[in-house]
């Protein structure tokens, strides 16, 4: 088994070595394969011009494979985009209450933990009379059950995550509010972006098989930008408002001044892209292959890792005013180490000024390991925490 000393070679122009990059929940380093595919697209579009994208069609389509099998569902229907912000609004703009007039108000249903691709645009809904319903994470115990218990015949569509990207805390109940809106028939859209490739997770086991998906590879995937998607459910045929003209190329029937739409991920599919970000994410997935790095894999290692960090902050036993270990408890934690201090920011700095790279939200201190970062940097990185809380104390 190849161990994270071994790897770092994979990723030596991203400096791994050198550097304790503690930021992978947010964006991983790329191995050096990523450099060929992009070299790749270049000399397709070189020697193909126009007719490259044959080729590119099937970089799009092995990516929409690696994430069939992260789903765990191989004939799964991908609709793919530049961002998730992007594939939100085609999902948002398919919803009936948006299409056809309403008797009641358009209701929406989300929490207060959702990634600002979500927030900011459910947000300025808000402003145009839209009621967002935003249910508090606080008590997480019972957050399943409020989120239910505010969908009603009214709710035109619920969106949560299956990980909150502040906190780290795993939404185990995600699942029961999918199945409840089902039941309901209100479309239900979970953001799976920090539980895919880093815990154990499909869509079967988290009960989402009626839900819309969306994630991306920006994080733990390591393919970088432009490599995210919506997973449509089984049989679902859309007609969004929002709609590119490569939706168009399945229904080539059509009447001369009629929208036509594709079926099932066709309906949702977007415009000219660049193809780039794909030839990067299938040669960082070949990788992944050749490495052994499947996703059982990543999530035992991170496990690890997080372990690692949790219990030497444990055992610093720090005043809770200065850094405090998350309330929810390491069994339901996710990817990465959130840690609680009103000084977020300056620990971020500090922790800069000596070599670790980390990132903040809110008073949130984040701490986000990967593959390639080994338990000696680990120990580096806790020696930093340690005597810059000595400093603040």
Known sequence: MTTAHQLQGFYSEFDVTNRILLSGHSHQAWPNAAKQGLIDCFNDAAKHIDDKWGAAFEKADRVR??????????????????????????????????????????????????????????????????????????????????????????????????????????FRQVGDVAVAANALNIPCLVDVYHALNVIPF????????????????????????????????????????????????????QAPGQVGYGQGQGAFAGSTYDPTSHYRASAVFDFFNEQGLSAERLAGINKQQITHLWQGI??????????????????????????????????????????????????????????????????TALDAISNIAKSIV
């Open 65 to 170: 494979d690696f994430y069939r099998t992260l789903l765990g569902e191989p004939q799964g229907e991908i609709a793919l985009g530049q961002s998730t912000h992007e594939l939100i609004l085609r999902f948002l703009s398919d919803l009936s209450c948006f299409k056809h007039k309403k008797q009641t108000p358009i209701k929406i249903v989300t929490t207060n933990g959702e990634f600002h691709s979500m927030r900011r645009q459910l947000d300025r809904l808000k402003d145009v009379n839209i009621e967002v319903k935003v249910i508090d994470t606080q008590p997480q115990d019972t957050l399943a059950e409020r989120l239910i218990n505010a969908l009603d015949k009214d709710t035109d569509a619920v969106l949560v995550s299956a990980v909150f990207f502040a906190s780290s805390r795993i």
């Open 202 to 253: 499909s869509l079967a086991s988290w009960q989402l098989e009626t839900a819309f998906i969306v994630g991306g590879g920006y994080k733990y995937c390591q393919a970088g930008e432009g490599n995210c998607f919506m997973r449509i459910p089984k049989g679902y045929n859309g007609s969004p408002i929002i709609t590119g003209w490569f939706a168009e190329f399945e229904s080539l029937d």
């Open 314 to 379: 444990e055992t610093m036993a720090l005043n809770t005013d200065v850094l405090a270990l998350p309330a929810h408890g390491i069994e339901n934690n996710a990817g990465f180490l959130s840690l609680t201090t009103c000084e977020a920011a300056t620990w971020v700095k500090k922790l800069a000024e000596q070599g670790v790279k980390t990132d903040s939200r809110g008073n949130q201190l984040r701490l986000g390991p990967a593959p390639y970062v080994t338990n000696e940097q680990l120990d």
